[in-house]
């Protein structure tokens, strides 16, 4: 089945820098790869998401970028701010609206 | 976006009780629903997928006789917990997608178990 690396487990940024989190999957049939933000004891937020067929995207300060032969893809936060101080998992399923696998997660911690 | 509640969000029991623990999607029809399982500070992990009007499919190592998983309509899949013990303590979360196909998972608010 899947397997989903996710590096590095925690992060600390000083406001405003960036910050760049990676993932790398296993199973060459994955097509879909969201990224959750999760704060304590609350739900995963989708943050953004990229599909097989597409090697980037950008939301305002989040982008993620995919690389299907290397089988490896990345967050990055430009200009972090203390808000973004979360939890932050990757995930790959096979298609859109299957079962996520989830990376173990890296804690952000932006200080200002 | 879509709305999945789940409840309770919270419930502490003793040792050798059964907890349900119901997830709703609120306006959109769930065809298929997804249990996981998070610990302090970890991942999220798979325990079961949920099909409507079918037997649930279990992920390797989770116990299906322990953890009862009914998705009897298109909008509750209910996870039964059942006599439970502290090692069943966590934070468990289900997910959704609507019945067409529709490109993001939509997550409830969670249940944080408490087993005496």
């Known amino acids: 089945g899947e397997n989903v690396e996710q590096h590095p487990s925690t992060l600390s940024v000083q406001e405003g820098d960036s910050a760049v989190i990676k993932c790398t999957y296993s199973d060459s049939a994955s097509n879909y790869f969201p990224w959750y933000k999760q704060e304590l004891g609350k739900r995963p937020q989708l943050i953004i998401d990229i599909r097989s067929n597409v090697g980037e995207k950008k939301d305002q300060r989040i982008a993620v970028t995919l690389n299907k032969t290397a089988k490896h893809f990345s967050l990055h936060i430009t200009e972090t701010q203390p808000e973004d101080s979360a939890v932050y998992f990757c995930?790959?399923?096979?298609?859109?609206?299957?079962?996520?696998?989830f990376g173990k997660g890296t804690t952000l911690s932006v200080s200002s | 976006g879509a709305v999945v509640s789940q409840h309770p969000s919270r419930v502490i029991c003793k040792s050798g009780t059964s907890v349900k623990i119901e997830c709703r999607s609120l306006d959109f029809q769930a065809t298929t629903m997804f249990w996981y399982r998070q610990f302090p500070k970890k991942s999220l992990m798979l325990m079961a997928t949920?099909?409507?009007?079918?037997?649930?499919?279990?992920e390797q190592g989770v116990e299906k006789d322990k953890f009862l998983i009914n998705h009897a309509s298109l909008t509750l899949s209910t996870l039964t917990v059942t006599s439970a013990h502290p090692e069943d303590s966590s934070f468990y979360i289900c997910?959704?997608?609507?019945?067409?196909?529709?490109?993001?998972?939509?997550f409830g608010s969670g249940t944080q178990l408490s087993v005496l």
């Open positions: 997910s959704a997608r609507d019945r067409q196909p529709n490109e993001k998972l939509f």
């Open positions: 949920s099909n409507e009007g079918s037997k649930a499919t279990y």
């Open positions: 995930a790959a399923s096979k298609q859109a609206g299957t079962a996520l696998i």
